[in-house]
């Protein structure tokens, strides 16, 4: 995908609301897809001089995506670039997070984002010129204490998206797959995030507004360079690279590493 001018793309809100208006800016026309609908109509609002629809959607819905998958190709005769980028977070630690909290998270993080990449995979195939872009995190990267629902999620999203573009390239597919790694952006998701019995959430959520480097716009022009020069694997953000590197670089001994940083950030 050289360029992106008449494209038909799907993106919602957070840094989805960054991307729409970044893929509005380069000619995309934007199928735009949220469970919020107040916040899908203000995001449709920012992409001015674009074609844009909005839709709807809540991805942990199976039968939902599929549906909205044929409706959009329907709608716009073709699809050629799918961002699944919805997201939500829990912090709580293994003993104490509920079932229905993991089930919450795994359903709308992987799940959301398997059935977009299965619905829509073969109307992209048949655009002749597809990208798929999914979003993990760098908690996809290392794992961290009190993230497991999330890591186990975002690691299922990158090993989920690092084969399908291994499969899409030996099948000569006319799809190109990107998994993007955002280290901490300023949007809402650690104010919307679900907490443990025993977690101080305040602390917790003015600890993730400290270390937020990146702001949704900047981050949205990164993950659109990364899609137009075919990137594998973009990293968003200075810690984003900083983590990325440290897991190279050390393996598995970055763990004592973590927890001495959560020792004293996350056990508060």
Excluded at 32 to 60: F, I, K, P, Q
Excluded at 70 to 87: D, P, S, T, Y
Excluded at 139 to 152: M, R, T
Excluded at 217 to 229: C, S
Aim: aromatic share 6%; glycine share 10%.
């Amino acid at each position: 995908m050289k360029d992106l001018n008449n494209r038909v793309a799907g993106a919602g809100s957070g840094i989805g609301r960054a991307l729409a208006v970044a893929l509005a800016e380069k000619g995309c026309r934007l199928a735009l897809s949220d469970v919020n609908e107040t916040g899908l109509a203000e995001t449709a609002a920012g992409c001015s001089g674009a074609e844009v629809r909005t839709y709807t959607l809540d991805v942990s819905d199976r039968d939902a995506i599929y549906a909205h998958a044929e409706q959009v190709a329907k709608e716009f005769g073709q699809v050629n670039l799918v961002i699944n980028n919805a997201g939500v977070a829990l912090s709580a630690s293994v003993r104490e997070m509920t079932d229905e909290d993991l089930k919450w998270v795994m359903d709308i993080d992987f799940w959301g984002v398997a059935h977009g990449t299965r619905a829509f995979l073969p109307h992209q195939i048949a655009s002749g010129d597809g990208h798929v872009v999914n979003i993990s995190s760098v908690f996809g990267l290392i794992g961290v204490p009190k993230q497991s629902a999330y890591n186990a999620a975002k690691f299922a999203v990158r090993g989920f998206t690092e084969s399908l573009r291994q499969e899409m390239k030996l099948e000569k597919q006319p799809v190109a797959v990107s998994c993007v790694h955002p280290g901490g952006i300023r949007t809402n998701i650690a104010n919307a995030a679900r907490m443990g019995k025993s977690e101080n959430a305040e602390a917790q959520r003015k600890g993730f507004d400290k270390l937020a480097m990146t702001t949704p716009d900047k981050a949205a022009n990164i993950i659109v360079r990364g899609i137009l020069k075919d990137e594998s694997r973009i990293l968003v953000g200075p810690d984003a690279w900083g983590i990325d590197a440290l897991n190279r670089v050390l393996g598995s001994a970055y763990q004592p590493l973590v927890e001495r940083f959560s020792r004293k950030n996350l056990y508060v």
